[in-house]
């Protein structure tokens, strides 16, 4: 089973996207949506106009008893956002699932930013081979994906900007021009 096979069990199988429903109109983003997934991440919009605390908290129940999470990061910020990460083995392998709710402004924001990746990365593969054999190799390091160093990783969307902005030419000129964060 491959990694959009596994994406797609806990989506549809287990039913995530149900529940999701039940509180806004969920989207995946990231590479899911992009069809670049490296490593096991799901990430994934919850438009909705109007939340509140009491909906967030009984959204994170609801997944919370759906996926068995192994790890749990979360909350409502000071800016009103509302956000949560949690790691689970529910299909076996160790799966991040990460969601950001928002309203459909700012899901448009993200959902342009995704296809303008695409759209790059279709136009020029090379940028797509390199974009994944960083994000391999940072794997293979320990910063980038399910246990990395928690005081020094990266991100994607550094990755992307130093493939697709600065122009990297290669995994070794990312680590020598890049210090994880």
């Known amino acids: 089973m491959n990694l959009k096979q596994?994406?797609?069990?806990?989506?549809?199988?287990?039913?995530?996207?149900?529940?999701?429903?039940k509180y806004g109109e969920p989207h995946t983003t990231g590479g899911y949506y992009m069809n670049s997934l490296i490593w096991r991440?799901?990430?994934?919009?919850?438009?909705?106009?109007?939340?509140?605390?009491?909906?967030?908290?009984?959204?994170?129940?609801?997944?919370?008893?759906t996926l068995k999470p192994y790890?749990?990061?979360?909350?409502v910020y000071r800016d009103e956002s509302y956000l949560f990460g949690c790691e689970t083995k529910i299909i076996g392998e160790p799966w991040s699932i990460d969601m950001r709710l928002c309203n459909e402004?700012?899901?448009?924001?993200?959902?342009?930013?995704?296809?303008?990746?695409?759209?790059?990365?279709?136009?020029?593969?090379?940028l797509r081979q390199l974009i994944s054999e960083v994000k391999q190799a940072a794997i293979n390091?320990?910063?980038?994906?399910?246990?990395?160093?928690?005081?020094?990783?990266y991100h994607s969307a550094e990755i992307y900007s130093a493939v697709l902005d600065d122009r990297i030419d290669s995994v070794e000129e990312f680590f020598e021009r890049y210090e994880p964060k």
Do not use: W
């Open 71 to 75: 790890y749990f990061d979360g909350g």
């Open 141 to 153: 390091a320990g910063m980038y994906g399910i246990g990395k160093n928690p005081n020094r990783h």
């Open 6 to 21: 596994e994406a797609d069990q806990i989506l549809y199988d287990l039913g995530l996207l149900n529940i999701l429903k």
């Open 105 to 126: 402004e700012e899901h448009m924001k993200g959902r342009q930013y995704c296809e303008r990746i695409v759209a790059r990365t279709t136009a020029e593969p090379h």
């Open 41 to 65: 991440d799901l990430d994934i919009t919850l438009v909705q106009e109007i939340f509140t605390e009491e909906k967030f908290f009984s959204l994170v129940c609801d997944i919370g008893i």
